[in-house]
């Protein structure tokens, strides 16, 4: 009987998450199309034009500069957090274990806990005026964004790396050992070829979510419509003139459609995130 009940219970759960998957698709999807079945804009413009004036006399619906923001920052970041990260796990697992899972895990743990605008502020106190002292401009801009993101996934990519190196064989630096390899030797020839599959899934999933961030990015880059010429020129990403603009327009109208157009392009990459991640696994399992 308790089978049973396990059984009916386990896939309900499966069926309720299937439609809610499926209903959040249908959804963002049906209205994001509408752009170019109702409100006429061709995809083309909406993918490669550079202006977004969407209430315009003349609009105009070019979203390629929030695309740039939202690759740049995320690439940015991803660059900045994962040897951090990485090295981070390395020194956990490798070096010293005992000292490092009691006192620098919990330090990088903590900050998966802490609210996004909380990261928004600390950029706007510290990393703002560091940057717009040390170079030229402002200081807000896609560098600000991208450093401020670089933390947020930091705890994701070390706590995956730290799990992949963990369940490294034993065996394997063993044997590297017995052959005369020094740590550091086994560590870049055995350890870091071995496990690099999985340490790419957790870089991969911390640029996932850097690419969805919306409140601290729009708090430090200045979300000026625009292509930047630089990294400390402002700029925008597509979650920040989501959350900037969509309480501003009426339900149904193009500049509504346009901004469920951009929601359908965030979902769209949030698929191609994980089945690089699917693939970086079966790698990893091969």
């Not at 900045?80 to 490092?100: H, N, R, S, V």
């Not at 708090?219 to 603009?245: D, K, Q």
């Not at 698929?271 to 091969?286: C, D, G, I, S, Y």
Request: net charge positive; charged share 10%.
């Amino acid at each position: 009987m308790e089978e049973w009940v396990g059984k009916v219970y386990t896939t309900l759960c499966i069926i309720v998450l299937i439609v809610t998957i499926a209903a959040i698709v249908y959804f963002v999807a049906s209205r994001g199309l509408s752009t170019f079945f109702v409100s006429g804009v061709n995809v083309g413009e909406l993918l490669t034009g550079l202006k977004w004036m969407p209430e315009g006399d003349i609009p105009m619906f070019g979203a390629l500069p929030f695309i740039f923001g939202s690759f740049s920052t995320s690439l940015l970041a991803a660059l900045i957090a994962a040897p951090l990260g990485c090295c981070a796990a390395i020194f956990m697992t490798q070096i010293m274990p005992g000292a490092g899972r009691r006192v620098l895990q919990p330090v990088i743990e903590l900050l998966a806990g802490i609210p996004s605008v909380v990261y928004g502020f600390v950029g706007l106190s510290i990393v703002v005026p560091f940057l717009r002292s040390v170079f030229p401009g402002q200081g807000i801009g896609i560098a600000a964004g991208a450093i401020v993101l670089s933390i947020m996934i930091l705890p994701t990519i070390t706590t995956i790396a730290t799990d992949a190196l963990a369940a490294l064989p034993f065996g394997l630096k063993e044997g590297s050992y017995a052959l005369g390899a020094t740590r550091w030797q086994t560590i870049y020839r055995i350890v870091i070829p071995t496990t690099l599959p999985a340490l790419l899934t957790g870089v991969v999933l911390g640029m996932s979510r850097a690419f969805g961030e919306a409140l601290a990015v729009q708090m430090v880059i200045g979300n000026a419509p625009h292509i930047p010429r630089s990294l400390f020129e402002s700029a925008s990403t597509l979650t920040s003139v989501i959350t900037l603009s969509m309480g501003n327009t009426v339900n149904g109208s193009p500049h509504n459609n346009a901004l469920w157009s951009l929601a359908l392009i965030l979902l769209a990459m949030t698929f191609v995130f994980v089945f690089v991640v699917r693939f970086l696994e079966r790698r990893n399992k091969q």
